[in-house]
């Protein structure tokens, strides 16, 4: 199957357009550096669609000054194989001036939840991910599109505005993608040194053992703290390890409903996160 | 013709795949109460599409925690015939649940547009009307959506959030209906006691004047300057009496672009807005 890529909106809508009178389209927005989970969710598309697009676009807005932005990794090239390798039929890969347009000034925020966990250590950060998401989902108005479980609360932010603005499609949650020793992929980890790396899958050990300790009896604010003490032995700089209500993200007290163990964790100069059900 | 009334988003989305089989759909969004000023939305609504919805919602979010909501008046019965009367073939009445059902948490904002003029003087406001504006446009997904140049402001904010979004909906802009003595027709003006009705229409007066002073070379502040101690000394409390760009609504020092002159003042217990064209 062929891959074609467009860079800006008349390009999208033209082949948009096309790809509609084939069938169904299923949509996964990225930020490139695509590697086996983007391509987990690109094949979960294909799955519900006939045709799949696929975005890439590193959004200035949900970054934060201080954040990698610029260091980002970019490589559209080597994206365009894996999402041509997982199936995709378009790859939309827009300017930042072809999403923002000079005047643009409208922001879109998910209320509370943009507040909390990452939100609290990236502010405006949700909001940016809102707003762009909204965008995207508008543009293509694709019938499912996918989210990867590894951006938890962003998969959360994003099915509360979809379901606030009625916007017409399905939101997918893909399973998290690990490496063999059970490290969450993400585009991050090319950011650690071998040593750090070889540190890293500590995180997602003490996330399944602070979920033993819990399932075992232990109070779960007990849990999390001694998972902290943990991980900052090890050397990890702990943004939160927190159990929350699985769908809107809010402090639990009891475990009556599907909850979620979410953490951030600082390994040198690298951001890790990761989350697990607790169900 | 016949006008059918919806009050879900369920009976909407039904009344709307009939009404779609039959040609384009124009969309009038209303708090009720309505006048011969929406009357004309509906009218140049119904010149541009086959059917005109309208919509009937007195918005909790735009109201501030001691402005009006409570009393705006309402009156269903005879909104229904007055939009009858205008072309409409269906008003959609829903409830504040089936606006913002439980957990409803996102909001949408139109940036710095939002902190001048009215937003100074109304915090939300203006959040709250993007936000409904998109959802209800988002539902209704109309060809063309009609809204009166009189909430000046608002048409600005709305063309920004409906072109930032790429909201497939082109927003017309209705001429303000004026009494024969000139006061804008609002639904506001019911709450005038006969005494503060002989005074209202100083407003547009005064508008027209202060356009007239500045043609002819007086620098507008200093013109907006002797309109506001005109208003004042007529016992008018003014919150602003000023000229903008007339897209923006950036504060202007030349006349090169169009702009518009907008004023609110208080006149008792009740906020009156005006504006007018310039340029």
Redesign the interface.
């Known amino acids: 199957m062929q891959l074609n890529l467009v860079k800006n909106?008349a390009d999208l809508q033209q082949a948009l357009a096309g790809l509609r009178t084939q069938g169904s389209v299923g949509f996964v927005p990225t930020m490139g550096a695509l590697h086996a989970g983007h391509a987990s969710l690109i094949k979960l598309a294909k799955e519900r669609s006939k045709n799949v697009v696929v975005s890439i676009f590193v959004n200035p807005t949900q970054f934060g000054p201080n954040e990698d932005f610029t260091k980002y990794p970019k490589m559209l090239e080597k994206d365009m194989e894996t999402a041509k390798a997982a199936g995709a039929s378009l790859v939309y890969a827009p300017s930042a001036g072809d999403i923002y347009p000079e005047?643009?000034?409208?922001?879109?925020?998910?209320?509370?939840?943009n507040k909390i966990l990452d939100g609290a250590f990236r502010p405006g950060h949700f909001d940016g991910v809102?707003t762009v998401v909204?965008?995207l989902l508008?543009?293509v108005v694709p019938q499912v599109a996918v989210f990867g479980e590894k951006d938890y609360q962003q998969l959360c932010v994003i099915r509360?505005?979809v379901q606030?603005?009625?916007?017409p499609v399905e939101i997918i949650a893909a399973p998290i993608m690990r490496e063999t020793d059970g490290l969450a992929m993400s585009s991050r980890n090319a950011y650690l040194t071998p040593e750090e790396r070889k540190t890293a899958p500590e995180i997602y050990k003490t996330l399944c053992e602070t979920v033993k300790h819990i399932k075992a009896g232990m109070p779960h604010r007990q849990a999390t703290a001694e998972g902290v003490d943990k991980l900052s032995s090890m050397g990890f700089k702990v943004d939160y390890l927190e159990l929350h209500d699985a769908a809107?993200l809010n402090s639990i007290e009891s475990l009556e409903r599907p909850a979620r163990l979410l953490v951030a964790a600082w390994l040198g100069g690298t951001r890790l996160i990761d989350n697990i059900a607790m169900g």
């Open positions: 909106m005047g643009f000034s409208t922001s879109i925020s998910a209320g509370n939840m809102a909204a965008k508008l543009r509360r505005v606030d603005l009625d916007l809107t």
